[in-house]
Antibody, heavy 121, light 109 residues
Framework: EVQLVESGGVVVQPGGSLRLSCAAS????????MHWVRQAPGKGLEWVSL????????YYADSVKGRFTISRDNSKNSLYLQMNSLRAEDTALYYC??????????????WGQGTLVTVSS | QSVLTQPPSASGTPGQRVTISCSGS????????VYWYQQLPGTAPKLLIY???QRPSGVPDRFSGSKSGTSASLAISGLRSEDEADYYC??????????FGGGTKLTVL
């Protein structure tokens, strides 16, 4: 059974940093690209970032480019999101998602339950 | 303001057929696949449709997707109470971003 478990969400002050983690199991992690998508309270979905299966390619939403860094450790079946220079508008539930098909970069096919990041003083 | 435009709400009665539209541009829907997600209250999104009109295993054939030009639609036939949820369309944009619609809240009357 596919499982994605996000962690690391906390309350952080504006300008602060945070690293989110996503532990994957139940599938061959290094076959799949992985995504981060966020959802502000009461709002819609916003794609944040994507990393290819081998970590060789990364993509970012304009809203986080230069502040967030996506990475993965295939030996640990783990995905990460390093978040710097956090702003109030980064407050959201952050989901990690496994791509739909192996070896491709398409769209999130299976999502975790999310971890809540609150940026507030 | 979302890049893809969806109606904020839709409704129907049990057994009815409802459609949800998603409007984009030549740089996203017009040149890339469309995906649809269902988000039940308090849960993570679930993939309903991929590559415009393909259903993942386990998704009932009551759900169907279509695309024409720079617009796409999700149709739900034989509406059921458990279909009450938020629905989102998504697509890659040629700027190498994934863009979502603002979401449509479906109410089953």
């Amino acid at each position: 059974e596919v499982q994605l478990v996000e962690s690391g969400g906390v309350v952080v002050q504006p300008g602060g940093s945070l690293r989110l983690s996503c532990a994957a199991s139940g599938f061959t992690f290094d076959d799949y690209a992985m995504h981060w998508v966020r959802q502000a309270p009461g709002k819609g979905l916003e794609w944040v970032s994507l990393i290819s299966w081998d970590g060789g390619s990364t993509y970012y939403a304009d809203s986080v480019k230069g502040r967030f860094t996506i990475s993965r450790d295939n030996s640990k079946n783990s995905l990460y999101l390093q978040m710097n220079s956090l702003r109030a508008e980064d407050t959201a539930l952050y989901y990690c998602a496994k791509d739909i098909q192996p070896g491709a970069t398409t769209m999130g096919g299976y999502w975790g339950q999310g971890t809540l990041v609150t940026v507030s003083s | 303001q979302s890049v893809l435009t969806q109606p904020p709400s839709a409704s129907g009665t049990p057994g009815q057929r409802v459609t949800i539209s998603c409007s984009g541009s030549s740089s996203n829907i017009g040149s890339n696949y469309v995906y649809w997600y269902q988000q039940l209250p308090g849960t993570a999104p679930k993939l309903l449709i991929y590559r415009n009109n393909q259903r993942p295993s386990g998704v009932p054939d009551r759900f169907s997707g279509s695309k024409s030009g720079t617009s796409a639609s999700l149709a739900i036939s034989g509406l059921r109470s458990e279909d009450e949820a938020d629905y989102y369309c998504a697509a890659w944009d040629d700027s190498l971003n994934v863009v979502f619609g603002g979401g449509t809240k479906l109410t089953v009357l």
